[in-house]
């Protein structure tokens, strides 16, 4: 798996996140709106795992500032594709960096402005009714489930995320993904795998830790990830650099409150180290 870190040092660094607000608040000068959409509002694409952080900050940021925060939350990829034909989103913030590498590659977002704002962990769960208590190795290659629930490995980061972990499980000379692809059913995103899970006892889910610690009165907690771990990259549009409320929760994203609220969701925050 490509390093997911690989940007975050440079990205962060204050003096260049200064220098990429300057850019965008020069734009502003020049009194570039958009046609479509007031410039009061900001328009914010992101990743469905994400959401109850993400809504947490924006309305801290609409209290802080006035502007109004407008939400679109599912899988990354189908928020890519909508970015890709429509151009109504201001900032995009993903769960991998592939369908940002996407939108970067066809114009629509600022590489200038890209960083990443959060990891995440991967952990296998059931509901509570079903009769799992702990997953180890073995259990992995001859998993007993009839389905197993997880995002899209062909689109969905989470997906993907979960079939490299399952990879890394050795089965001989074979491994967990060989031998449990066949019981996949796959979601259009992490909160469907988990709703999906939750909904039968008969099923194991790979969903985010985060997605777990919302549902733990109804999920049983069965193996947990070391190395498989997800980051979310966020990159203004170039509608968004003409827009000075995305502007300005570009930054307040990336504050100290911010990361806090991450925190108390169960984010990890790039640079900091990871507990095993």
Request: a negative charge.
């Amino acid at each position: 798996m490509r390093d997911i870190f690989d940007r975050t040092g440079s990205d962060r660094d204050h003096g260049i996140i200064l220098a990429i607000a300057s850019l965008a608040f020069g734009l502003l000068l020049g009194c570039h709106e958009r046609s479509n959409a007031p410039v009061a509002s900001v328009h914010i694409f992101a990743a469905a795992s994400l959401s109850g952080a993400i809504q947490e900050i924006g309305e801290r940021f609409e209290t802080e500032t006035g502007h109004e925060v407008v939400y679109n939350f599912a899988g990354s990829n189908v928020l890519a594709q909508q970015i890709d034909s429509a151009s109504l989103a201001d900032v995009y913030i993903s769960a991998d960096s592939d369908w940002m590498d996407y939108l970067e590659s066809r114009g629509k977002t600022i590489a200038e402005t890209r960083s990443i704002i959060a990891t995440n962990r991967l952990v296998a769960i059931c509901a509570v009714s079903a009769p799992w208590e702990r997953l180890d190795s073995d259990d992995w290659c001859s998993l007993e489930a009839d389905f197993l629930c997880m995002g899209n490995p062909n689109s969905v980061p989470a997906g993907k995320y979960a079939k490299a972990w399952l990879e890394s499980k050795e089965c001989g000379a074979s491994n967990a993904w060989i031998r449990s692809r066949g019981r996949v059913f796959p979601a259009s995103d992490a909160r469907a795998a988990l709703a999906q899970t939750l909904s039968v006892s008969n099923a194991i889910g790979i969903v985010y830790e985060t997605d777990f610690n919302s549902a733990r009165d109804r999920a049983r907690l069965l193996d947990r990830s070391s190395d498989a771990i997800a980051a979310y990259p966020m990159s203004l549009t170039r509608e968004g650099l003409q827009n000075q409320a995305a502007g300005r929760f570009y930054l307040f994203i990336q504050s100290e409150e911010s990361m806090e609220c991450f925190e108390r969701y169960g984010f990890g925050i790039p640079g900091e180290k990871e507990e095993g």
